[in-house]
């Protein structure tokens, strides 16, 4: 049977659907290369915050010879850092790429509601089961790696009532209100208007395990994070994320400052698989 000879028209719409072809791949590669700077940029606009404060706080105590309780300068330098943080990527974001950063891209449509209320508890521990059912299963397979590694953040650190309160601010109210501002507010929110919910959710996640130092503590913020931005997806705000960061740190802050010794038993039993639950994020 002779092929029929194409006439003009086909000739056209075939070279309409390879050129249609060459720029879905070709626009496609744009975006993940778009996804993957805004990511980059998110975190390092994050870590060189934390740089240029705990720097200058540096400088303050050795230039006026200020002697500080060290564990509350450090955690109100990192919750003034996440804020510095949060505030340069969103006035970048709209004076230079002239996007728009409100309430709605941010997370933040309405109030908290029960629904938020309901899943930071169950998201917590759902999430802690998880981190802890892989903590196991990585220290059969990849027995080289210390995984029983403790935040360095110390104990018995904080010595009057002012202190702890300070300390409890800036890490059980400020660091979960502003991170997850950044992260899922923020970053994943700019993420999901042009890539779907699985590579937005990878990238967050895997970015603040990454910025959270050793592996142990990485891994377990990085699955945290996971529900967290699930969290978002389900209810569209980050209400569930920011009382669920708060449920965690609130736990991590009663074991390493109220009750230390119960959290340097801890540290000292034979349970280092628990040692990352009990580190601030």
């Not at 070709?26 to 740089?51: E, M, P």
């Not at 010879?65 to 330098?77: E, S």
């Not at 913020?221 to 708060?246: D, K, N, P, Q, W």
Request: some cysteine; aromatic content about 12%; hydrophobic content about 55%.
């Amino acid at each position: 049977m002779v092929e029929k000879k194409k006439n003009w028209l086909d000739k056209k719409m075939d070279a309409m659907r390879k050129r249609a072809k060459k720029d879905r791949s070709y626009n496609k590669k744009i975006i993940i290369a778009w996804a993957l700077l805004l990511t980059v940029w998110a975190g390092a606009v994050f870590y060189l915050s934390q740089l240029v404060v705990f720097s200058f706080t540096q400088w303050l105590i050795d230039t006026f010879k200020w002697v500080p309780n060290l564990i509350v300068a450090q955690t109100v330098c990192m919750a003034i850092a996440n804020i510095l943080a949060f505030v340069i990527v969103c006035l970048v974001s709209k004076k230079v790429f002239k996007k728009i950063v409100n309430r709605d891209s941010l997370g933040l449509k309405g109030w908290p509601t029960w629904t938020d209320i309901l899943l930071s508890p169950i998201g917590y521990i759902v999430s802690t089961i998880v981190a802890a059912f892989i903590l196991l299963i990585l220290q059969k397979v990849v027995p080289g790696v210390d995984w029983n590694q403790t935040q360095d953040i110390g104990f018995n650190s904080l010595y009057t009532h002012l202190d702890r309160i300070v300390t409890f601010i800036a890490l059980v109210v400020v660091a979960p209100i502003t991170e997850e501002l950044l992260f899922r507010g923020f970053l994943y929110g700019r993420l999901r208007t042009k890539i779907s919910a699985v590579p937005a959710i990878i990238l967050v996640s895997v970015l603040f395990g990454a910025l959270h130092g050793q592996w142990n503590v990485a891994i377990v913020v990085s699955v945290m994070s996971v529900f967290m931005c699930i969290a978002r997806e389900l209810t569209g705000t980050i209400y569930a994320g920011i009382l669920m960061h708060m449920v965690r740190n609130g736990i991590a802050y009663y074991f390493l400052y109220v009750n230390p010794i119960v959290g340097a038993t801890i540290g000292a039993s034979a349970v280092p698989a628990l040692l990352p639950f009990l580190a601030i994020i």
